[in-house]
């Protein structure tokens, strides 16, 4: 069973500020929450990686609450390239790696 | 971040025979790989960890027998698909763990004919 829960899709505009919120109600303790981009036929590509309040990049941001129950992935100024689906997976701890169980994903929509 | 390659990144077979995927970490050492299924606009499915040294380890409902994984070194996971059907065609994933993040590789089309 995936452990988080996102839209099903959203629709936007270029040049506007894309916010999605992933529900992961029953994180546990060692979790970090990632989200990855996936175009069609291409494998997931990391975008962002997070554990508690706010981490930045190049690319997107991630806020966290201080309970970790859910996380919203913020992409400042959307452009057409930016439609795919976006996954939020949070880690199930496996020694020294991870094992990602995929929920539906969100299907991002930029339009001109 | 790192890279993960997979190879081939399409193959077509006839049905009955077998097909093998190469995942590899190329710029880093992966202890557990896993390997994931996609079907058309329908999210990842886990379908077994591949673990160094040892027996891979398979999700619910995946045929061991059919899906066999190797995984012989710390930079190399491979999936062969045995007596593959057309219902196998999919787009299979594997990814590798460098530090706290996985890593995808590019994905392989298989089409069985």
């Known amino acids: 069973l995936a452990k988080t829960t996102q839209p099903i899709s959203m629709d936007s505009y270029e040049g506007q500020e894309v916010n999605i919120t992933c529900s992961h109600n029953?994180?546990?303790?060692?979790?970090?929450i990632t989200w990855y981009q996936q175009f069609p036929s291409q494998g997931p590509r990391f975008i962002i990686q997070?554990?508690?309040t706010k981490v930045t990049n190049e690319v997107a941001s991630l806020f966290i609450p201080a309970d970790r129950k859910s996380s919203t992935l913020s992409l400042p100024r959307v452009s057409l390239s930016d439609t795919a689906v976006y996954y939020c997976?949070?880690?199930?701890?496996?020694?020294?790696?991870?094992?990602?169980?995929f929920g539906s994903g969100t299907r991002l929509l930029v339009r001109p | 971040g790192a890279v993960v390659s997979q190879h081939p990144s399409w193959v077509i077979c006839k049905s009955g025979t077998s097909v093998k995927i190469e995942c590899r970490s190329l710029d880093f050492q992966a202890t557990t790989m896993f390997w994931y299924r996609q079907f058309p606009k329908q999210s990842l499915m886990l379908m077994a960890t591949s673990n160094e040294g040892s027996k891979a380890t398979y999700e619910q409902g995946v045929e061991k027998d059919k899906f066999l994984i190797n995984h012989a070194s710390l930079t190399l996971s491979t999936l062969t698909v045995t007596s593959a059907h057309p219902e196998d065609s999919s787009f299979y994933i594997c990814?590798?763990?460098?530090?706290?993040?996985?890593?995808f590789g590019e994905g392989s089309w298989l089409t069985v004919v």
């Open positions: 029953n994180i546990a303790t060692n979790d970090y």
């Open positions: 997976l949070v880690g199930l701890r496996m020694d020294s790696s991870y094992k990602l169980i």
């Open positions: 990814s590798g763990t460098a530090g706290n993040t996985i890593y």
């Open positions: 997070g554990y508690k």
